[in-house]
């Protein structure tokens, strides 16, 4: 049962470039994820974020925020793993000097430049880390290479997002100091789930979800949430209002059963899915204004963590022996 008695927004990004599509990069990502584009969708959701006095975890593939010039020093960790086919994109462009999309440390540095924005890590190279994909020692390798990066760039990143929010080894993030990861959406695996994601867009009664309980002693498990429907290819079927009046749904659920909210996208979304910059712009004027009401909390997904600890530990009011006491409350 939960203590909580305030619905909490949470906004996360997955922050990426090509590493997200490191085994399947295409043409389009090459005319679309460049370096420049990508720093402009940075510069153009920060401001957003300040426009409307928001907090997000910006969740970064730590090779990503490396300068191409640090290629040399960081040389042992590019390792392959598997059959190797993960890293074969990013070498063919290496070893032609073909950097854009794979190295943007100025995105880092943009949003540690606005000072209050959590930054959370999404692995080293994006390389899957669910039990069926990644033995053990590779997932270590991954994890022990971002906090090697991170440190170097000097951030201590506590929450995680899973790459493709393929969640597995929980237990291993601990290991190197993180108190929380990104659970993975519910009902999203597989062609059937992708085609249930696709349909969802359309469902205008999503609800918000439970605020998750960790077992004692155990990683902070954060809600999912939900992915922001970007305006790309056949996306675009999609009417931008339909979206907004899903978000809006799904906040009013949160303040009405003290729920959680948490929209998460990528930032390159904003570059290839027109008008989707402007569908986030209409959805947190809507979490500004529940917020101006008192019914709605932002969070980041490490204060999220603290929270969550924090009503763990608390201590109960004592019982009145004059009264029953009442039965807990539905969760939504």
């Known amino acids: 049962m939960s203590t909580q008695t305030q619905a909490i927004f949470i906004l996360s990004l997955d922050c990426e470039g090509k590493w997200g599509l490191a085994d399947r990069i295409s043409d389009h990502h090459a005319r679309y994820f460049t370096n420049q584009n990508l720093r402009q969708a940075y510069r153009d959701l920060l401001a957003l974020f300040e426009k409307w006095d928001v907090t997000a975890t910006f969740a970064f593939v730590m090779a990503f925020i490396l300068a191409k010039e640090e290629l040399g020093r960081y040389a042992d960790l590019f390792e392959d793993v598997g059959d190797g086919s993960w890293l074969r994109h990013f070498r063919r462009d290496a070893a032609a000097s073909r950097f854009d999309g794979w190295f943007v440390p100025e995105a880092l540095e943009m949003v540690r430049a606005a000072d209050r924005h959590e930054i959370g890590c999404h692995g080293f190279s994006h390389l899957p880390l669910a039990k069926d994909l ?12 971002a906090t090697e990066v991170a440190r170097a760039k000097g951030i201590v990143p506590r929450t995680f997002v899973y790459p493709r929010n393929l969640v597995g080894h929980t237990g291993l993030l601990q290991e190197y100091g993180f108190v929380g990861y990104r659970t993975r959406p519910p009902g999203s695996s597989g062609r059937l789930g992708r085609v249930r994601s696709a349909l969802a867009n359309f469902d205008l009664f999503t ?17 999912s949430g939900y992915f922001l429907h970007w305006r790309h290819g056949v996306r675009r079927a999609v009417p931008a209002p339909v979206t907004v009046m899903r978000w809006r749904q799904i906040l009013a659920h949160a303040v009405r059963h003290a729920g959680v909210a948490h929209l998460h996208l990528h930032p390159h979304n904003i570059i290839d899915g027109p008008g989707t910059l402007r569908i986030l712009d209409q959805i947190l004027a809507v979490v500004a204004r529940h917020r101006e009401r008192g019914g709605l909390e932002l969070m980041t997904q490490d204060s999220y963590c603290g929270h969550v600890g924090a009503r763990l530990i608390a201590p109960r009011p004592a019982r009145d022996p004059g009264r029953l006491p009442k039965s807990a409350p539905v969760q939504p």
């Open 134 to 145: 990644a033995r053990p020692a590779e997932v270590r390798r991954e994890l022990a290479a």
């Open 207 to 223: 609800p918000s979800q439970p605020p998750a309980r960790p077992a004692a002693g155990a990683i902070t498990p954060i809600p």
